[in-house]
């Protein structure tokens, strides 16, 4: 609307958009039933492939702020420039701070957006099938998005009798300010996208380390608004690494992989399942780098060698976090070029703390999964020197790490 000079086009933008906007139920069914199965994927045609990235169009320009400052393009950066201010609203407030939800918005583009959230409930299903199996990480991130989606919709439905339009505004404005970076994420073709793939990423980081740091436990104030707005940069964070190609992903890493890993173990701290999720997904494919590496799959990215001692001490206790990097190690240890990982786990095996063995035993165990049904075998050594481990652990006082060893050592053959 901005690159216009005709008043009459830009005064007439929203009642166009209005119109363009009653064909996305139409739309939504071309996206549905556009794809077929082959190999057991989803796989989308051409037409809904233009159908969805058409709804993404139209209900990202529904979040576009009301007024038009000058008849200049904008930068490439406009679109993100108000993320921090919008975002902070949680679900279960009862009051819109007209500072940071309302101020540049147009409330009836916001209202029309959520008349449409059942169709973007069933695009966003349809654009997770297509990316589960080729792109996960950014199948998770939209996962993520559709979660949060469903849970504003049930929350409006059990609230929608008892507090009326307030709400309603609320969760408007709410979806809007988001929705504004999702839809701008989740396009399937958009040439444009690395020219302000830099600036969201950075946006991103920096949105994650600011929330973290301003609305942690000691800030109960803010405690909640904080953890919403979190868990909004790192969906985005998913959506963005997941859907770059690997010239581009490495060189995002290269920037600010270390950056990145730094931050998100910080997250693993956190109690919230969806932010410790979210968290490894992006920590997993930051040292991993599943779907961008070639050549055997093995690694010894620099990321991996500053982060895993970070990771290792995570399993000094039995809790939540230990949990949730279990299987990550595992993987580590499976693709790295070297057995130090390796080695360090096995010698809290042999620790006399009996969380450490447990969470070790864990490991090793998720390790001999992960390593009998791939073709990166390690050296003999290697597996003589778990074997050996395991056998040690026969005798240990707890009953659960004498199974999961004996477990073990059945799918090595000893």
Not at 70 to 83: C, D, E, G, I, Q
Not at 236 to 254: D, M, N, Q, V, Y
Request: charged share 20%; net charge neutral; hydrophobic share 35%.
């Amino acid at each position: 609307m901005e690159q216009y000079t005709l008043n009459g086009i830009r005064d007439n933008y929203y009642a166009l958009l209005k119109m363009l906007c009653s064909c996305i139920p139409r739309l939504v069914c071309i996206v549905h039933k556009g794809s077929t199965l082959q190999g057991g994927l989803e796989l989308p045609s051409r037409l809904s492939v233009s159908a969805a990235d058409c709804i993404l169009s139209m209900t990202e320009a529904l979040t576009k702020k009301t007024k038009v400052a000058s008849n200049k393009p904008k930068p490439s950066t406009s679109n993100t420039s108000h993320a921090i201010s919008l975002v902070s609203t949680g679900i279960k407030e009862k009051k819109v701070k007209p500072s940071e939800s309302s101020e540049g918005f147009n409330i009836e583009m916001a209202y029309l957006l959520w008349k449409h959230i059942e169709a973007l409930i069933t695009l966003l299903q349809s654009l997770l099938a297509w990316s589960r199996k080729s792109r996960p990480l950014h199948a998770k991130g939209v996962e993520q998005v559709l979660k949060w989606l469903q849970e504003i919709k049930r929350h409006h439905c059990h609230i929608e009798n008892e507090a009326g339009g307030n709400i309603l505004k609320t969760e408007a404005l709410l979806v809007s300010s988001c929705w504004k970076h999702y839809s701008t994420l989740l396009h399937l073709e958009d040439h444009r996208f690395s020219q302000h793939c830099d600036d969201l990423l950075n946006q991103y980081i920096s949105g994650i380390q600011y929330y973290t740091d301003n609305h942690s436990e000691g800030h109960t104030e803010n405690k909640d608004g904080g953890l919403e707005t979190r868990k909004f940069f790192l969906r985005c964070l998913c959506l963005l690494l997941g859907r770059l190609h690997i010239k581009k992903f490495e060189t995002a890493l290269s920037d600010n992989g270390l950056q990145i890993s730094q931050i998100l173990l910080s997250q693993l701290h956190c109690d919230d399942e969806d932010v410790m999720e979210g968290a490894v997904y992006i920590i997993k494919s930051v040292i991993l780098k599943p779907n961008h590496s070639s050549g055997n799959g093995l690694t010894d990215s620099r990321e991996m060698d500053a982060v895993l001692p970070l990771l290792l001490h995570l399993l000094d206790e039995r809790d939540v976090t230990a949990r949730a990097v279990v299987m990550l190690i595992a993987e580590c240890c499976s693709m790295s070029t070297d057995s130090n990982c390796l080695k360090q786990v096995l010698r809290r095996l042999a620790s006399g703390n009996a969380l450490q063995r447990r969470n070790a035993i864990d490991v090793i165990s998720g390790f001999v999964s992960i390593s009998s049904n791939s073709e990166n075998k390690n050296s003999h050594l290697a597996w003589q020197d778990i074997a050996n481990n395991l056998l040690e652990c026969l005798n240990d006082e707890e009953t659960i790490i004498r199974e999961l060893a004996s477990n073990s050592l059945s799918m090595i053959g000893i």
